[in-house]
Structure formats: structure tokens, C-alpha cells
């Protein structure tokens, strides 16, 4: 691919200090970047590596409780680090776009998507507010939102989590910027629309020369995003090489140890005996919000103790929504759902605090789910007071024992605020706070999709551990299809709200297939630098801002 080879953004030694514990340390130690114009570079590593805190500081921004200590931030022949702030606030958002990991975090619940989208253009005189309108419902459609002429009048809230994080691609898209931070885009996608976006942010940077960092943690996604990719551990610089060296032959033994991940598969479980009692079973489920737009159809199936019921489908296709129902937070409007047995009431206002208890729920978005005012020990502590009914001493040694469990150190961790930690720290705590309540069934609302590939696979075989320890019942909601093979028993496919297909793990990956359980499995991205342009010729794509439109 032919690009015009000019530096666009070049840092020099870039140092990054954090406080904590009442002083100052080191957190990117000396990294160096040099990106052209239209040029897209890769950052990854685990948790805590530094991708995000670098990929803000290219803008000239260090987070709260951080700042650039040392070294040189430019661009466009612009130093960041010594800019007053005016002409920082002209660049961001008009030059310089970001789209952050959490689009839940991140958008105003108050204004519609539309608002928030046009604010910047308009703000900046490159677009009038109708302009900004149509361009957005272009971007929409684009990027495979559905009604896109009508979807941009919705408050955040009223779309999916996917549909969100695609709402915020556009916005970040809406001013032209000649650099995007993608901050893990993709992270709460499904694999079919991860397709489409991945293509729509290609088509981007081709169209309009666009250079982009991309943070992630899932290679494969980097491998077709990426012209050069550059590997991070600790705030340290490992390697960096294209796309193509790096995946074919990486030199050091860290980068390495990220290429061999996912090593992790058990086998399925036998299936139940005929006569035991499931620990949940949804029956012939029919849901809808307001009791007016109706989201699930005749949804049935159950979850037995020990074993882990995988959920898989498309963003919107009545995953989460399915959760939200069997935990009693939205009422079905037909149907039932028995835990071991006995009917459960569909409002959680109406069941007793042991049914409560031994249901538990981790969310998606650890960002919104944890109070940024409480402190660790308090998220964790409060649900293992209130079941546990534990005071003081014996308090604070079950917070410990959990922290241990997540493996985040007590010592470092108990008092510190979630905005003290990465995302997949937050993630960990979120699943402590679920076992704090001692559950018999716990619902895992993508728990890995914050993690990076090396933590995910830890936490995966920590939930396997509790699992065989505390024969605790897993609904598995995912769209990761490796995480699926790693860890279910059953797995249950939906599409826009109804079952489509449903059986034991080993039948699911094995053809032949529903259509679209072949859909979903045929997108699941490979380490292969052209399996993405393979994909879209195979489907028929010109374009491949157009993918979006092709499986369909």
C-alpha cells in the first residue's frame, strides 16, 4: 500500500510519572515513537503495560494523578509537552482524534448521539450543524449501525454497548483528524461487526491519509490493522519491527510469550445426568424494555452446576438482555426463570436476600460498573458484609483472600481507587466483588473482552479453579469464540432475540452449522496480515468500508 512517507508525530524519550502512595514514580520509561502520515502503528502488551497512558500522551495529555516528566512529544512539527493549552484544545478533536476503550464512560448520558457527534465540527467551523447531520449518518451507516438516519436521536443508553463504541468511531471520525488514538475500538464487539469496523477504519486511513496508533491487546486484530507494531511491557520498550517480521519471526522471549497465549482448552464436560435439576432454567422467555420494544422471543435453556453455558451472537442479539432477566433486573414478560427448581419472582425487588446472594453478575464495562468513589476494599467488601455478614478483622481478611485470588496484591491494591488502576485491574476487581457474595451461579458478562490475551487466559483458568472448587453454574456471555472453545460446556447462539441454535461445546465447532453459527465462526480473525482483505474479496466486498453490508 503506497503512502506519502512524511513524520506526522514523533516522541523522543517520552518519560511518564503516576503518583501514588503521597510521591511520584516512573511509569513509561523512555519510549520513542516516529509515525508518518497515513500510517497506522500497533501498541501492545498486557495489562499495565503503558499502551494507553502513551497513546494519550501523543496527544499531549497525561490522565489524572499522571504527567510527562521528560522527553518530546511532536507533532506536525508542533512540541506538545511545552504548548499552551489554547492551542492544545484547537488540536484535539479536530486534528487529533480519540476513541477511548469505554464508550459507556465516555459519551454524555444527557445529550443524544447526534448532538455529541456534530459539537466538534461544528465547534471548529469545518462543518455547519445539517452538514455535521448528514455526515454522521453517512459514518453510521458506514460502520453498520442499524437506521442510521434515526439512530444518532438516541441517548446513550438506548444502544447497545457495540452499537455505542461504533457511535464514538464515528464521532472521532467526524472532524477528518489527520491522527486517531484507537484505544481498543473493538474491544466490545462481536466478531462480525469487529469485521466491519476494522475494514471502515482501514477505508479511513487509505481515503484520507489518516496516521493512527492502535492499542490492543488481541494480535490478530493488530495484525490487519497495523503497518508497524511495537511491543510493550511495564512502560518499557521490548521490540518493534512491521507487522509482518514481528508476527513471523519476534526476538525477544516476552513478545514471544504473547504469540503462544491461549493455550488454555479444557475438555467438555459429560453431559447432565436426565434427572438433574438445573441451576437456572429460562423457559420460553419473552422480554421487551418499557413493555413496548420487544428484545427476546421464546428464549429456553438451562445452566447445571460445574458446567459453563456459553452465549454467543451479534451486538443486540438479546445476550446481556437475557442475564438482565434471569437476575431479575428486567422483568420478563413471558416465560419463567426456576433456580434449582422454584420459579424465581421476575423482579429482583421480590426475591429474598439468598436468592440474590446466590445469583451474581460481573459487567462488561468495568468503568461504569465500579463506583469511582469507593475505594478497592470497599467495592469488594460491601457484598461480602452484606451476605456474609462480616465485620471488622474477619472483614478485611476475606477482602485480602479475594484480592489474593484475582491476583492483585492486598498490600498495593486494598485503598486505591479504580482510577488508580488499568482496565483489566478493574475487571479483576469487578469478578472479586461477584465471588465476595459467595454465588452459586454467576453470570460473566464479557469478563475477558478488557483483558489482554495473557491476563484473560489467567482469569479463564481462575474461574475454571472456582468452578471445580465451588461447583458454581457460568453463563459465559462472549463474542470472543476462543474463549468459548477455552472454557464452555454448552453453547447457545442468538440472533436478534430468539435461540438459533444450541448444543454441547464439541457438537457447536463441529460441522455442519446454522448459517449464521458459520458466520460468526468464519470471522473470527486469524494471525495472518492478509486474512482480512481474503475475508472481504471472499464475500464479495469492493469496498471494504462497505463490508458492513455483505453478510446480511
Not at 437456572?280 to 458446567?307: E, P
Not at 436476600?353 to 469507593?374: E, G, H
Amino acid at each position: 500500500m503506497t503512502r506519502e512517507k512524511d513524520v506526522l508525530l514523533k516522541v523522543r524519550d517520552l518519560r511518564i510519572e503516576a503518583f501514588a502512595d503521597d510521591k511520584w514514580f516512573e511509569i513509561v520509561h523512555g519510549v520513542d515513537m516516529t509515525l508518518h502520515r497515513g500510517e497506522v502503528l500497533g501498541l501492545i502488551g498486557e495489562s499495565g503495560a503503558g499502551k494507553s497512558t502513551i497513546g494519550l500522551a501523543a496527544m499531549g495529555f497525561a490522565r489524572d494523578g499522571c504527567r510527562i516528566s521528560g522527553g518530546s512529544v511532536e507533532f506536525d512539527g508542533i512540541e506538545l509537552t511545552t504548548s499552551p493549552r489554547a492551542d492544545l484544545r484547537a488540536l484535539r478533536g479536530a486534528r487529533i482524534a480519540y476513541v477511548a476503550q469505554s464508550a459507556a464512560a465516555s459519551f454524555n448520558p444527557s445529550h443524544k448521539l447526534i448532538d455529541q457527534h456534530t459539537e466538534a465540527p461544528v465547534h471548529y467551523r469545518i462543518k455547519k450543524r445539517l452538514e455535521s447531520q448528514e455526515d454522521a449518518m453517512e459514518l453510521y451507516a458506514k460502520l453498520r449501525l442499524p437506521n442510521p438516519e434515526e439512530i444518532g436521536f438516541r441517548y446513550p443508553h438506548q444502544v447497545s454497548g457495540g452499537q455505542l463504541q461504533r457511535a464514538m468511531t464515528a464521532m472521532a471520525m467526524s472532524c477528518r483528524p489527520d491522527l486517531i488514538i484507537f484505544d481498543e475500538p473493538t474491544t466490545a464487539l462481536d466478531v462480525t461487526t469487529q469485521i466491519e469496523v476494522l475494514a471502515s477504519i482501514r477505508d479511513i486511513v487509505d481515503q484520507f491519509n489518516t496516521a493512527a496508533i492502535y492499542i490492543t491487546h488481541d494480535l490478530a486484530v493488530v495484525a490487519q490493522m497495523a503497518d508497524t507494531i511495537k511491543v510493550l511491557l511495564r512502560g518499557d520498550e521490548v521490540e518493534e519491527s512491521d507487522t509482518r517480521t514481528m508476527l513471523d519471526s519476534p526476538k525477544e522471549d516476552y513478545t514471544k510469550s504473547l504469540w503462544a497465549v491461549r493455550s488454555f482448552e479444557r475438555a467438555q464436560k459429560p453431559l447432565p445426568a436426565k434427572d438433574e435439576v438445573p441451576v437456572v432454567s429460562v423457559k420460553d422467555v419473552d422480554a421487551a424494555y418499557d413493555g413496548v420494544n420487544k428484545i427476546l422471543y421464546d428464549v429456553s435453556f438451562d445452566i447445571y452446576a460445574g458446567r459453563t453455558v456459553a452465549v454467543v451472537g451479534e451486538s443486540g442479539s438479546g445476550k446481556s438482555t437475557t442475564a438482565r432477566v434471569i437476575t431479575g433486573l428486567l422483568p420478563q414478560m413471558k416465560g419463567e426463570v426456576a433456580f434449582k427448581g422454584e420459579v424465581l419472582p421476575p423482579r429482583y425487588q421480590d426475591r429474598t436476600k439468598d436468592q440474590l446472594r446466590q445469583a451474581q453478575m460481573i459487567y462488561q464495562m468495568a468503568d461504569t460498573a465500579l463506583n469511582p468513589k469507593s475505594r478497592i476494599c470497599d467495592l469488594i467488601g460491601r457484598p461480602a458484609a452484606f451476605y456474609g455478614d462480616l465485620k471488622g478483622t474477619e472483614l478485611k481478611k476475606r477482602v485480602d483472600e479475594l484480592l489474593d485470588l484475582i491476583e492483585l496484591e492486598p498490600k498495593k491494591y486494598y485503598f486505591r481507587y479504580p482510577s488508580e488502576l488499568s482496565g483489566g485491574q478493574k475487571q479483576r476487581i469487578g469478578i472479586a466483588r461477584a465471588l465476595a457474595a459467595d454465588p452459586t451461579f454467576i453470570v460473566c458478562d464479557e469478563v475477558t473482552s478488557a483483558l489482554d490475551q495473557l491476563v484473560a487466559e489467567g482469569i479463564l483458568r481462575l474461574l475454571d479453579n472456582l468452578q471445580k472448587e465451588l461447583d458454581l453454574a457460568y453463563m459465559f456471555i462472549t463474542h470472543d469464540l476462543a474463549t468459548v472453545r477455552s472454557i464452555a460446556d454448552h453453547v447457545v447462539v442468538m440472533k436478534q432475540g430468539r435461540v438459533v441454535e444450541q448444543g454441547p461445546k464439541d457438537e457447536m465447532f463441529t460441522p455442519p452449522h446454522d448459517p449464521y453459527t458459520d458466520l460468526l465462526l468464519s470471522s473470527v480473525p486469524e494471525m495472518d496480515p492478509d486474512w482480512l482483505t481474503t475475508l472481504l474479496e471472499e464475500r464479495g466486498v469492493d469496498n471494504v468500508g462497505e463490508a458492513a453490508h455483505k453478510h446480511m
